[in-house]
């Protein structure tokens, strides 16, 4: 039987930070909200994909996202192209998951492969390359969970489902063999319930392309403005 700590996220002020962040850097697995749905994860590591793995009864290699409290931490934490730092500017924080080349320094579990096709030369057929990949959020967090932007670090992470199942949009729909894997539970009440839009930007160095592999909240005419869009012109976080 795991010991349960529980914390009402809307009830935190920024004086608990500390506390939070030190209940989530040593929880074993954590049960929280994002702008999309409710998550589980922790501090990046083997053990943290491991019980994500064991709590959602899949694959040890399928990779897990990893989702940053700011952008801020995203772009201190993982070195990435001018370009990309552009795009992480226009996009985030916001219900998307943007793939990006994978970093030599991040955790295996975090590490995933997209499949491109490159046109050939001059009497040369195209070729299929797999890259690799991290898939990063920061969300924009819900105003009762607006406390989780102060985290220091980011966390390895999925949907607080079972593998194949629908993905919650509340504590009460998190299901209860998931939950009870959790030694910490982060309630910020109901939130949006649609996934994050997954856009790979692994080749944007290379030729400046973009895909949607999973929509989402936000569909290609949306991105395709945003990335266009002056960047004083965006929404403020």
């Known amino acids: 039987m795991i010991d349960q700590q529980r914390m009402d996220l809307a009830s935190l002020t920024p004086a608990d930070s500390l506390g939070l962040t ?8 954590a049960c929280f909200p994002t702008d999309t749905v409710y998550g589980i994860g922790g501090a990046p590591g083997d053990a943290t994909a491991a019980a994500i793995a064991a709590a959602k009864g899949r694959a040890d290699d399928k990779p897990l996202q990893t989702i940053f409290p700011s952008r801020e931490v995203l772009l201190r934490t993982v070195a990435i192209s001018p370009g990309l730092r552009d795009v992480a500017y226009r996009l985030l924080p916001g ?27 001059f009497g040369r057929r195209a070729q299929t390359e797999s890259v690799a990949s991290l898939g ?17 670090f980011p966390l390895l992470a999925s949907s607080a489902n079972p593998s194949g199942g629908e993905a919650p949009r509340s504590l009460d729909e998190v299901a209860a063999s998931v939950l009870a894997r959790c030694d910490l539970v982060l309630d910020g009440g109901a939130v949006d319930g649609r996934a994050s839009t997954v856009v790979d930007f692994t080749c944007f160095d290379r030729d400046r392309s973009w895909r949607i592999l999973r ?21 403020k976080p």
């Open 215 to 235: 929509p989402g909240v936000w569909d290609e005419a949306e991105i395709a403005e945003m990335l266009a869009r002056k960047r004083e012109d965006l929404p």
């Open 22 to 29: 030190a209940a989530i850097a040593t929880a074993r697995l």
């Open 136 to 152: 990063v959020r920061v969300p924009r967090w819900p105003r009762a969970a607006r406390v989780l932007e102060t985290l220091p």
């Open 95 to 121: 219900p998307v998951t943007l793939l990006i080349p994978f970093p030599d320094d991040f955790p295996a579990a975090a590490r995933g492969e997209v499949a491109h096709t490159f046109k050939g030369g």
